[in-house]
C-alpha cells in the first residue's frame, strides 16, 4: 500500500530564510504528487503538482524517484506563507483517492 | 461560484447514531470524493464516485455508505457511529475522477 511520509509536524523559519518542508512516499508504480496548503480558516487547495513542473507563489518541488522524495522548497520566506501543508500521492484508476502525510505546520516569524 | 459546499457545518451525535453528511460540487463537475480528517493527520481517503458510479473506497467499515445523485451532489452515510468516527468530513469535487480535487469547507463531527 501507498504511504507518504512528512517526517517534520512543525517547522519555525523566520522571514526571508530559505523554506524546506520533506515529503517521502512509498509506491511500487509511478505516483502522481502534489502539495496541498491550507491557511487559517480556509479550505484545503492545491499549491501545485509535479507533472505541471510550475512554481507557484515562489515554491517549486521536484520529483525524485530514486529518493522517493518530493520535498517543497521556497528560496525566501514570507509571513503569509504560515500555513498547514499535506503531501499527497494519487497512484491513478481512482480507486484509492489520494494518500495524504500527516501534515506540517509551518511557521514564519517576522 | 461559491466552490464545493458541505452541510452541515457541524454536528454532535451519540454513539450508535445514525449520520448523514451532504455535499454540492462545483458547477460541471462529476466526480466527488469523501475524506475523513482525524485531529493531527491528514485527510484519509473514504470513497469517489463519478457519474453516479462507486469508483474507489478506502479502508473504511461497511457502516460507511455514500452515494451520487443525478445533480452530482453527494451524501455520506455512516450508521452505528462509534467515538472513533468523530472527525472533520471534507468533500471535495473535480471535473472527472483523475483531475484536480477541488475541497470544501468539511463538516466535524463530534460523536459523545
Known amino acids: 500500500a501507498q504511504r507518504v511520509t512528512q517526517p517534520e509536524k512543525l517547522l519555525s523559519v523566520f522571514k526571508g530564510a530559505p523554506v524546506e518542508l520533506k515529503c517521502n512516499y512509498s509506491?511500487?508504480?509511478?505516483?502522481?504528487l502534489f502539495w496541498y496548503v491550507q491557511y487559517s480558516r480556509q479550505r484545503l487547495q492545491l499549491l501545485l503538482r509535479h507533472i505541471s513542473r510550475e512554481s507557484i507563489k515562489g515554491f517549486t518541488a521536484d520529483l525524485n524517484k530514486g529518493e522517493t522524495s518530493f520535498h517543497l522548497k521556497k528560496p525566501f520566506a514570507q509571513e503569509e506563507d504560515s500555513a498547514m501543508y499535506y503531501c499527497a500521492l494519487y497512484s491513478g484508476g481512482g480507486a484509492d483517492g489520494l494518500t495524504f502525510g500527516k501534515g506540517t505546520h509551518l511557521i514564519i516569524q517576522p | 461560484d461559491a466552490g464545493v459546499t458541505q452541510s452541515p457545518t457541524h454536528l454532535i451525535k451519540t454513539r450508535g447514531q445514525q449520520v448523514t453528511l451532504r455535499c454540492s460540487p462545483i458547477s460541471g463537475h462529476k466526480s466527488v470524493s469523501w475524506y475523513q480528517q482525524v485531529l493531527g493527520q491528514g485527510p484519509q481517503f473514504i470513497f469517489q464516485?463519478?457519474?453516479?458510479?462507486?469508483?474507489g473506497r478506502g479502508n473504511f467499515p461497511d457502516r460507511f455508505s455514500a452515494r451520487q445523485f443525478p445533480n452530482y451532489s453527494s451524501e455520506l452515510n455512516v450508521n452505528a457511529l462509534l467515538l472513533g468516527d468523530s472527525a472533520l468530513y471534507l468533500c471535495?469535487?473535480?471535473?472527472?475522477?483523475?483531475?484536480?480535487?477541488?475541497f470544501g469547507p468539511g463538516t466535524r463531527l463530534t460523536v459523545l
Open positions: 509506491y511500487s508504480g509511478s505516483p502522481e
Open positions: 464516485y463519478y457519474e453516479k458510479e462507486e469508483r
Open positions: 471535495a469535487s473535480s471535473i472527472d475522477s483523475l483531475d484536480e480535487q477541488f
